[in-house]
T-cell receptor, first 116, second 111 residues
Framework: AQTVTQSQPEMSVQEAETVTLSCTYD???????LFWYKQPPSRQMILVIR??????QNATENRFSVNFQKAAKSFSLKISDSQLGDTAMYFCAFLPPSGSARQLTFGSGTQLTVLP | NAGVMQNPRHLVRRRGQEARLRCSPMKGHSHVYWYRQLPEEGLKFMVY????????ESGMPKERFSAEFPKEGPSILRIQQVVRGDSAAYFC?????????FGPGTRLTVL
């Protein structure tokens, strides 16, 4: 079974600064997908960024980028030019390759607060 | 293109009552997942369904919980004889290929 670990329960960052959220995972699969989801106070789960394990290039989406280290099983999220609207709980998630077990496994989350 | 829809958004039940949570997937999506989020925790998988089939229910409690996704209509998560420990946010996601899109969730409160 896969496990996802987020070791930072809470983090804060000043507006316009850069912050990195950590995530590690454990799997015996070689091909899989990784995601970062954002959950603001509204509780809606919003997909921030995704990474396919067979792609070596790190994914980027505007101010959001990842540092994917497959050998180390590490998948960190970097938020540049932090904005007040980035305040939310952030969850790292793992999706196995095609097959019957297609559910997401989530980490416990990191509460990010952007300070004005 | 409407997203995943869930209703009700908030549901209050007394202990022993039944709770029915509904989920309509995005248009063109035929896979539905239910997740539960207890207070201060991440989402935990409950069940994975395709139209008229339960594919994986390994995360579903053995008693009182059931799910269906009929040929017509929304997916239903049913909780019988609710207890206070069932109080949580229940999220539905639909997927196509390798991405899951989440609904806004149903917050169940058991008094």
């Amino acid at each position: 079974a896969q496990t996802v670990t987020q070791s930072q329960p809470e983090m804060s960052v000043q507006e316009a600064e850069t912050v990195t959220l950590s995530c590690t995972y454990d799997t015996s699969e070689s091909n899989y997908y990784l995601f970062w989801y954002k959950q603001p106070p509204s509780r809606q789960m919003i997909l921030v960024i995704r990474q396919e394990a067979y792609k070596q290039q790190n994914a980027t989406e505007n101010r959001f980028s990842v540092n994917f280290q497959k050998a180390a099983k590490s998948f960190s999220l970097k938020i540049s030019d932090s904005q007040l609207g980035d305040t939310a709980m952030y969850f790292c998630a793992f999706l196995p390759p095609s097959g019957s077990a297609r559910q997401l496994t989530f980490g416990s989350g990191t509460q990010l607060t952007v300070l004005p | 293109n409407a997203g995943v829809m869930q209703n009700p958004r908030h549901l209050v039940r007394r202990r022993g009552q039944e709770a029915r949570l509904r989920c309509s997937p995005m248009k063109g999506h035929s896979h539905v997942y239910w997740y539960r989020q207890l207070p201060e925790e991440g989402l935990k998988f409950m069940v994975y369904l395709q139209k008229e089939n339960i594919i994986d229910e390994s995360g579903m409690p053995k008693e009182r919980f059931s799910a269906e996704f009929p040929k017509e209509g929304p997916s239903i998560l049913r909780i019988q004889q609710v207890v206070r420990g069932d109080s949580a946010a229940y999220f539905c996601a639909s997927s196509r290929y390798n991405e899951q899109f989440f609904g806004p969730g149903t917050r169940l409160t058991v008094l």
